[in-house]
């Protein structure tokens, strides 16, 4: 059981779960664990303590119907357990939704540290993480994400296998960040195309939310396609040098959100689209690489009612799983690309749906991937 101190004490995640009760003793708000689970739909959730190095460590893992478990490790000064265990928590759901609307034969996982990646990380810290991973026998693969790196997992991998992400050297596919980027771009030629007829960026206005890893390819690859691309990074050496390098027009990092534009594309953080800015957005198409894009499923409602149309994050953001997932039967660039290419058809028919039903693009996304997880449990049933 935890104690649900209210809103504001984690770095991300819901912090009003929809059940729990009252501490008779204390007067708080608590939580129960199993009745999280439940109403997520989780498998299992293992707290993982090393003393040595100090490791504070929990996996979850949400649902295993399509295959093992894959999903990153993030490392985040949380501000509670509980902070760290709703994030968790949320994070596997959505691996299990982005996994299952990509086609892949994988479940959903996440694992969070709780630590500061700037001061807390150690050889002997992913080493014990490693060994926790190895107990999990493979029903669950894990590597980089927010506050982790892949040279952290070289550590781990000298104790388990089961690790993606890996660099070249140590025989993983290497960063992902364009292959994301890859499919935010076929996200967004499938609203082009469902919008006005035409997947052409020509003559097009594109605002990027962050030059990392992805949004500098999908800023690169709109110039190329011919758009006018307007960005903001908070860091100003980023927009600077990309500015420099592709010609793009820098803006401030939260006007970005406000600008005319046909596409908004945002590759910073989740949580961009929330009740205070869905009025102010002035874009016809949202298609990007952050996760967790809408701070609550209803806003995608909201943004049918102001026509914009919504690429669903965990659509639109699949290249980098697809990538990793490859990398475990042998990673095959072209087989990569023919899966990430799979994205346009797969939003046209959702946004297709949407239109002939009146129901939001995330609604119609969710109820395919819940149709695919229920057909292939159903096959499950033929003995083999
Ligand atoms: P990154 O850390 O390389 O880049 C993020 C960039 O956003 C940084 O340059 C940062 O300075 C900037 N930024 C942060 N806050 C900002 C703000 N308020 N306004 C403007 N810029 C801001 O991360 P990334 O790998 O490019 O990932 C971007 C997003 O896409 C994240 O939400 C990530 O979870 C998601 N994502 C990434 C991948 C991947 O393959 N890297 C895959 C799926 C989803």
Not at 42 to 55: K, P, T
Not at 172 to 195: C, E, F, K, P
Not at 313 to 341: C, K, M, S, T
Request: charged share 20%; net charge negative; glycine share 12%.
């Amino acid at each position: 059981m935890f104690y649900n101190r209210g809103s504001g004490d984690g770095l991300a995640g819901p912090s009003n779960p929809s059940k729990g009760g009252e501490d008779t003793t204390s007067g708080r708000h608590t939580m129960d664990i199993f009745d999280e689970m439940e109403r997520r739909g989780h498998e299992q959730v293992i707290f993982n303590y090393d003393r040595a190095s100090g490791l504070k460590a929990i996996i979850a893992i949400h649902d295993t119907t399509l295959g093992p478990a894959l999903g990153g490790c993030r490392m985040l000064p949380y501000a509670s357990e509980e902070a760290a265990l709703l994030d968790v928590l949320r994070l596997s759901e959505g691996m299990t939704y982005k996994a299952a609307a990509a086609g892949l034969d994988f479940g959903g996982g996440k694992t969070v540290i709780m630590g500061d990646p700037a001061t807390d990380k150690s050889e002997v810290l992913f080493r014990a993480l490693g060994r926790f991973i190895d107990t999990l026998g493979g029903r669950y693969r894990t590597g980089e994400d927010v506050g982790t790196s892949e040279d952290d997992f070289v550590q781990s991998l000298r104790e388990t296998q089961y690790l993606v992400g890996l660099p070249t050297a140590y025989g993983g596919s290497g960063d992902t960040g364009d292959n994301t980027a890859l499919g935010v771009m076929q996200a967004i030629y499938a609203a082009l195309m469902h919008r006005y007829g035409s997947t052409s960026l020509k003559g097009r206005r594109v605002a990027v939310q962050g030059l990392g890893k992805v949004g500098y390819h999908v800023a690169r690859h709109a110039v190329e396609a011919g758009a006018t691309v307007v960005a903001a990074d908070i860091n100003p050496h980023v927009v600077g040098r990309v500015a420099s390098e592709l010609g793009i027009e820098p803006t401030d990092p939260w006007a970005v959100l406000e600008t005319p534009c046909d596409v908004f594309a945002p590759c910073a953080l989740g949580n961009v689209i929330n009740h205070s800015t869905v009025g102010t957005l002035k874009c016809q198409i949202i298609a990007g690489s952050a996760n967790n894009q809408l701070e609550d499923d209803a806003l995608a409602a909201q943004l049918r009612e102001r026509e914009i149309l919504y690429a669903p994050d965990f659509i639109a953001n699949a290249g980098g799983l697809i990538q990793v997932a490859d990398e475990i039967q042998g990673y095959n660039p072209d087989r990569v690309r023919h899966q990430i290419e799979a994205i346009y058809d797969l939003l046209l028919a959702v946004f297709k749906e949407a239109d002939e039903t009146g129901r939001s693009t995330t609604d119609v996304a969710l109820d395919h991937v819940h149709k695919r997880l229920e057909a292939i449990h159903r096959i499950h049933r033929i003995h083999a």
